[in-house]
């Protein structure tokens, strides 16, 4: 715990000159700051779909290990994305407040700038929401493959008989690995052992979101209706 809270304290510190220049940029809606805000804002809002903390916290484990500690952009992951540029090994240092940010306002662009704005927005985004409706709401949005825009789409194809483990960390997977209209013997054997090293992880840390204030068990809620015997 505390070194938790000796790390939170880094990536507030770190933070601040970026929120500040996130904060300028909003009230003068530089960069149609303000207005890409407000397109993440409503997809919140829109939402009506809550899930399980198992599936959560494979989310953590899987795109942001460090989530529950930094301010909407992980700068210690961005630091080691830069050093893996320089020597020729490329990984990514999105957080789950830029993959959500990046989804809802549809930039893909590879630019520095496009890069900055995420995380501009980012930042925006994590002082007026709290994580489990970013999480939430990005498990609601994101691609997982082909016809799979969203868990419960997702689910809907896949036709789960069980919600367990291995499914949850299945899921989480395809967000690194998207399913392909046509499985191959190349992504499958990708994909089984991303979901094989996010279960492992999750049984190592399975304590860690339990511990923190609004991420409690919950059960998924498909339109108007609360699945009882779907643990999704």
């Known amino acids: 715990m505390a070194k938790r809270t000796v790390l939170r304290l880094v990536y507030l510190l770190l933070s601040l000159p970026m929120i500040a220049v996130a904060i300028l940029c909003y009230l003068s809606n530089f960069g149609n700051v303000r207005t890409y805000y407000k397109q993440c804002i409503n997809a919140v809002h829109k939402?009506?779909?809550?899930?399980?903390?198992?599936?959560?916290?494979?989310?953590?484990?899987?795109?942001?290990?460090?989530?529950?500690?930094?301010?909407?952009?992980?700068?210690?992951g961005v630091f080691r994305a830069v050093l893996s540029i320089v020597r020729g090994q490329p990984q990514g240092a999105s957080t789950i407040e830029q993959q959500f940010v990046r989804t809802v306002i549809g930039r893909y662009e590879r630019t520095l700038t496009r890069k900055w704005l995420e995380q501009l927005l980012s930042h925006l985004v994590c002082l007026r929401l709290t994580k489990r409706q970013v999480a939430e709401s990005y498990l609601s949005i994101g691609f997982f493959g082909v016809n799979m825009q969203g868990v419960p789409a997702l689910c809907d194809r896949l036709a789960p008989t069980s919600y367990n483990l291995s499914f949850y960390a299945s899921v989480i997977a395809r967000l690194k690995y998207p399913q392909p209209k046509r499985k191959s013997q190349v992504w499958a054997t990708k994909h089984l052992n991303r979901t094989i090293w996010i279960m492992r992880q999750y049984k190592s840390t399975d304590e860690v979101l339990k511990t923190e204030p609004g991420f409690g068990s919950r059960r998924i809620r498909l339109s108007d209706e609360t699945i009882q015997d779907r643990h999704l």
């Open 47 to 76: 939402n009506n779909k809550t899930y399980s903390q198992e599936l959560i916290q494979c989310l953590y484990i899987g795109e942001d290990k460090r989530g529950l500690s930094h301010l909407g952009v992980d700068y210690i």
